[in-house]
């Protein structure tokens, strides 16, 4: 085990400088572990200290930070997550994008906790990591290729089949606001724009491969508590039916809540739900089942089209919210348009839940009037076009024609047609909203609107409202608050549901652990963190579940003050008048609109920040042991 | 004489077996088999191999076995790779082996590894008749179980399966559109 670090963790963060093509390994400051755990914490602390406000997102002095925390690479259920961490392209405040696949172990088999990636390169490079032999190779003969191609390709190059790659596509090169970093062919480090970032940088691909190990602190007892966690995911009900159907499942619970985003969130009902339910994809669609790193569960499903005019098309995926992106959600009702239009985005490169909503955008905006032929170069937008839907994508990853305003992304697309526009552009901070509707969900409309990186359903969703978990409920909030906090048509309680999720997943992050571990289903809480933490990392200090919850707070506050140094304040909090001054038009939420200042209000209480700015107060930054970011001085 | 013949009845030798079309591509086999069999994790020196397809999401896991005719004994000059005479299970005598490196391009499995830190050759042992990996593998994608009574997947089944199973997709969605 390192010296200077605690178990787990490779105690080595790897420097690549593009301008300069130098390599260099600094330490993992110690005092690191105790206040952020790993993970997103520690990639939120150095981009808090190295990217100024004010800095170009695209430009050289942006960086990209990679970061694994102290249970990557080990035998903990679902810990093969690795982050991608930078000021967003999309939203110009905090990015983040976490993805599955393998690559986070691999780096820390290499021997490194994180890979912080500056600088430009001045003609397309791929970094090559193997162990402690670092090179900064040509990528010329790749640039243009699609994700998988490069993929393929470096490993034939490097004679190694097991190297992970981190590649992005052509829209990635062409910076597309929302271009993705993919993983392992079809994990996608979605949002925000991250494939853009490594566009900017010249950066083609990321290989990683490592050929040493993780060592925990009591390796025994690690390993016990692992098997027994594990046994947990295989036992519990709602995993078996996630290890069945993938999210799949959350088609028709939606439908039936009134929350299935149908029409660019205009309404929560879609009439065609029924061929975007499991029960329809799977018997017809599904060939294999597939898993991350360490899960048990297995949530990934390769799917192939035999018929039709997407025929032949085989590719892992859509998510639930590809389904919503491009099935509901532009009025498709079917299947294969949806994991065709998840193939081009895997391999181009982009962000489904962006391409989806901005393509939606631009289908309302011709709709009523607002672009015409003209603008789009002899495309007659309309709802439920599949052929149309796959072309636009291919526009948009190329930047060809009407797809270079597309690829700037929703809110500056609308900020360019203007006419009103905006009010089609349904995104918060300049992120488009997720397959969630508030209206319908209360909670999520105050996630929404509260998220670090813009409208967000990953840093903060409850699900015990929307899936009706009354024991979980009463488990962690208390029986007074029913039946309140499990009604989602309504403000009550939402905000202490939303910032107790949001410091839950706040510590997932920092592990990292895979969402569907602790948030949906919901298998493992703080407490189960507290247990193995310092059996992992012999820090005692993180076995206390009231620490983690200072840390998650510390790790919230410190990415609103990152926020807040880039301008962001509570009118920033905001959501699309669709979901507060339209109210739902039908459906069983029928009438149904978010009322967010209460929820706000409550919100920032709970988290120490001004009620009138949003701004964390002193005595919070007191509390959190943040001073050092000299915020209100 | 009726003594002999009961005991070459009941006695069933257990093997690691694979079934390929369950298989999720996780490697917490290889996680497992290190944890036990090294104290950390460390899947580079893991006796079982998952080779991974993402670009046709397919998942095959290699192990040590079935073999009937052991390759990686046969090859080996000095004896040190073995069979045991009633497990039937091959393992290496340590004590013995040379580090000829003979085994590891004759294993039909990939699965004989050269550990370069340390200089010695890694080979699966059946954890002793207690495999880590089986327990922990999810799926049921590897077995402990006697060979006999195990469905015989190959990894041209598990294609053929895939293929089939693409087929059966193309009937059904074509029956509905
Ligand atoms: S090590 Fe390889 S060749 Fe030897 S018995 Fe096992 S699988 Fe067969
Ligand atoms: S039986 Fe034991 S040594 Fe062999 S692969 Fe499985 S865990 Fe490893
Ligand atoms: S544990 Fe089982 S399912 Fe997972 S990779 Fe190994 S054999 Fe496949």
């Known amino acids: 085990m390192n010296e200077v670090t605690a178990g787990g963790y490779k105690g080595k963060i790897l420097r690549v400088n593009l301008s300069d093509s130098e390599f260099h390994v600094d330490p993992l400051p110690k005092d690191w572990i105790k206040d952020y755990i790993g993970g997103d914490g520690f990639g939120l602390k150095l981009l808090y200290d190295e990217v100024p406000s004010g800095t170009d997102p695209l430009g ?27 000021k967003a392209p999309l939203t110009g405040i905090w990015g983040e994008s976490h993805v599955g696949g393998f690559l986070g172990p691999e780096l820390k088999y290499a021997g490194y906790d994180m890979l912080v990636v500056e600088g430009k390169a001045d003609h397309p490079v791929y970094i090559n990591i193997e162990d402690s032999h670092l090179d900064l190779l040509d990528a010329s003969e790749l640039w243009g290729t699609t994700t998988d191609q490069a993929t393929i390709n470096i490993k034939k190059m490097q004679h ?43 950066v083609k691909a990321i290989a990683i491969r490592g050929h040493g190990g993780v060592d925990v602190h009591d390796h025994e007892g690690f390993f016990e508590l692992a098997k027994k966690a594990h046994s947990r995911v295989r036992e519990n009900p709602q995993a078996k039916e996630m290890g069945k159907w993938g999210t799949w499942v959350l088609t028709a619970v939606k439908q ?27 018997p017809r669609f599904t060939v294999s089942d597939r898993a991350c790193f360490g899960c048990s569960l297995g949530c990934k499903k390769v799917n192939y089209v035999q018929t039709g005019p997407f025929a032949g098309t085989l590719e892992e995926g859509p998510e639930y919210e590809g389904l919503m992106a491009f099935g509901s959600s532009l009025g498709v009702d079917d299947f294969a348009t949806t994991l065709k239009a998840n193939q081009i985005c895997n391999r181009y490169g982009m962000d489904i839940i962006s391409a989806g909503a901005t393509i939606g955008f631009a289908i309302e905006s011709f709709e009523n ?20 839907i796959i072309r636009l994508l291919e526009m948009i990853a190329k930047r060809e024609g009407f797809g270079d305003l597309l690829a700037e992304g929703s809110k500056r697309a609308a900020d360019t047609i203007g006419k009103g526009s905006e009010k089609y552009a349904i995104h918060v901070k300049g992120m488009e909203v997720s397959g969630q509707d508030g209206r319908t969900h209360r909670s999520i ?8 990186r813009g409208a967000d359903h990953l840093r903060s969703l409850v699900v015990v409202d929307q899936l009706g ?9 208390g029986a007074d608050k029913l039946p309140e906090i499990i009604d989602p048509y309504t403000e009550k309680h939402k905000a202490i549901a939303v910032f107790e999720s949001e410091n839950s997943y706040s510590i997932r992050d920092t592990l990292i652990v895979c969402w569907y571990s602790v948030s949906w289903p919901p298998i493992f809480w703080m407490e189960d963190f507290a247990e193995m933490l310092p059996l992992a990392t012999g820090e005692k200090h993180l076995g206390k579940v009231e620490n983690l919850v200072e840390i998650a707070e510390r790790q919230i506050t410190l990415k609103r003050l990152f926020n807040n140094r880039e301008g962001i ?3 920033d909090d905001n959501l699309p008048d669709r979901f507060t001054k339209e109210p739902m038009p039908e459906g069983p939420g029928k009438g149904q609109t978010v009322n967010l200042d209460p929820m706000l209000d409550d919100y920032y209480t709970l988290r120490g920040w001004d009620l009138e700015t949003g701004l964390p107060t002193k005595k919070t930054i007191k509390r959190l042991s943040l001073e050092w970011t000299k915020a209100h001085s | 004489m009726y003594e002999i013949q009961d005991i070459e009845v009941v006695f069933i030798p257990s093997h690691l077996v694979v079934d390929f079309t369950k298989c999720t591509g996780c490697r917490i086999c290889e996680l497992a088999c290190t944890a036990k069999n090294e104290g950390r994790f460390q899947p580079s020196l893991a006796r079982v191999k998952i080779v991974r397809y993402d670009d046709i999401g397919m998942d095959l896991p290699n192990v040590c076995g079935p073999c009937e ?56 042992d059946h954890c002793g008749g207690d495999p880590e990996c089986a327990k922990a593998c999810p799926t049921g994608a590897i077995n402990y179980t006697d060979v006999s009574v195990a469905p015989s997947l190959d990894r041209h089944s598990k294609i053929t399966s895939y293929l089939r199973e693409i087929e059966r997709t193309a009937q059904e969605a074509s029956g509905v559109e």
């Open chain 1, 369 to 388: 009037g607002l672009i015409t032929e003209k603008d789009t170069g002899g495309l007659k937008l309309e709802w439920g076009n599949r052929e149309q």
């Open chain 1, 445 to 452: 409309g105050l996630g929404h609107a509260t998220s670090a």
């Open chain 1, 60 to 86: 050289a002095d942006n960086k990209l930070i990679v970061a694994t925390g102290p249970i990557t690479g080990t035998m903990w259920p679902m810990s093969g997550r690795t982050v991608f961490i930078s």
């Open chain 1, 569 to 571: 304040t509570r009118k």
């Open chain 1, 469 to 477: 978990y009354e024991d979980v409920a009463i488990k962690r909030w």
């Open chain 2, 69 to 124: 005719t052991a390759p990686c004994v046969d090859i080996c000059p000095v004896y040190a790779m073995r069979r045991d005479p009633i497990t039937k299970v091959t393992f290496l005598d340590e004590s013995k082996c040379i580090l000829c490196k003979s085994c590891v391009g004759a294993c039909v499995n990939g699965v004989i590894l050269l550990d370069t830190a340390r200089m010695k050759i890694i080979k699966c």
């Open chain 1, 256 to 282: 039936e809540i009134g929350e299935l985003p149908t029409y660019n969130h205009r309404t929560g009902v879609f009439p065609g739900y029924e061929k975007l339910t499991g029960d329809y994809i799977r």
């Open chain 1, 160 to 202: 190694d089949p097991d190297i992970q790659v981190a590649a992005i596509g052509p829209a990635g090169e062409h910076q597309v606001r929302y271009a993705a970093v993919m993983v392992n062919h079809a994990r996608a480090a979605g949002r925000t724009g991250m494939g853009a970032v490594l566009g900017s940088k010249n």
